[in-house]
Each structure stands twice: as C-alpha cells, then as structure tokens.
C-alpha cells in the first residue's frame, strides 16, 4: 500500500505521461488528438471518409480532403468544425484548421462497419502462466469481475 502512495503519479493517464514526458511537461498537447476520434461525429462519418486531419502543429489542424467540392464545403463550415473539436478536446487547443486536397489512405479511412473480432469468445479467455503471484491474481480479479459483468461463470465456478 506504500508504495501506492509514493507512486501515486501512476494512477492515471495523466500522471503517467506527465512521468514519461517530463522535457515536455506539457501532456495537454497531446489533448489534441481526441479531435481524431471526434472527427467522424463532427464532420459526419460520410465526410470522414474523405476528409482526414493528418497533424496537428502550433494551434493549426492539417486536414486532407479527397474532392476539391468537399473541401470547399468545409471550408464554410471551418469555424464550426473547430469550435465542436475543441469542445470534446476540452480546450482552445485548435486555433486554425487547414484543408489540403490529397489522397486519402483507405486503411487510415473511418470505417462505419465495427470491426471484425479476432479475439477469442470472452468465455474462452483464460490467464496464460504469470510468475508474480500478485501480478496473477490481479488478472485474475480482472477477468472474474468482467465475466460477472458480462454475465458469464468465472473459472471458479
């Protein structure tokens, strides 16, 4: 329990990459890139497709749209698509937003079909063999409390 409390920075995402990016000491940068998981519901999923922000840098986010028209189109709207985005960043991170024509890469396109599973059934899920006992039991605790939630048997019974 004490050593919980001296490392209590890794206790969270935050935390943790405040530790990791110490020369940087700015964590809230990387805040920016929820605007990528945003963009589908900002800009529509159809217009997610072919409309992509590529970086981001000094407060400018680089989109690269497919069709000129649809760059136009976007370019009326450009203001408010900042404004949603830094609404689910959290912050005025995004001061400008630059459209740019180019070809959008298919596999890096937002895809509206979920993706196809390649895990095994959860039920088929079992803890492969861990040395550190505590380490065991914690994935463990993890995979029993999921199947309760999930409404599954645990391996115990």
Do not use: C
């Amino acid at each position: 329990m004490g050593s919980q409390t001296k490392n209590s920075h890794w206790n969270s995402v935050a935390g943790v990459l405040r530790t990791v990016f110490l020369d940087s000491a700015e964590p809230e940068k990387l805040r920016v890139y929820r605007a990528w998981e945003a963009w589908p519901e900002v800009v529509g999923s159809a217009n997610a497709k072919r409309a992509q922000p590529t970086r981001f840098r000094n407060g400018k986010l680089f989109v690269t749209v497919f069709h000129p028209a649809l760059m136009q189109e976007l370019q009326f709207v450009k203001e408010r698509i900042r404004r949603r985005l830094n609404r689910h960043i959290g912050a005025e991170v995004i001061t400008h937003i630059y459209f740019g024509r180019g070809p959008i890469r298919q596999e890096d396109a937002v895809t509206t079909s979920p993706p196809q599973r390649t895990l095994p059934p959860f039920r088929d899920i079992s803890i492969p063999p861990i040395d550190n006992p505590e380490v065991r039991a914690a994935f463990e605790s993890l995979l029993t409390v999921r199947r309760h939630r999930l409404g599954k048997p645990s391996e115990d019974g």
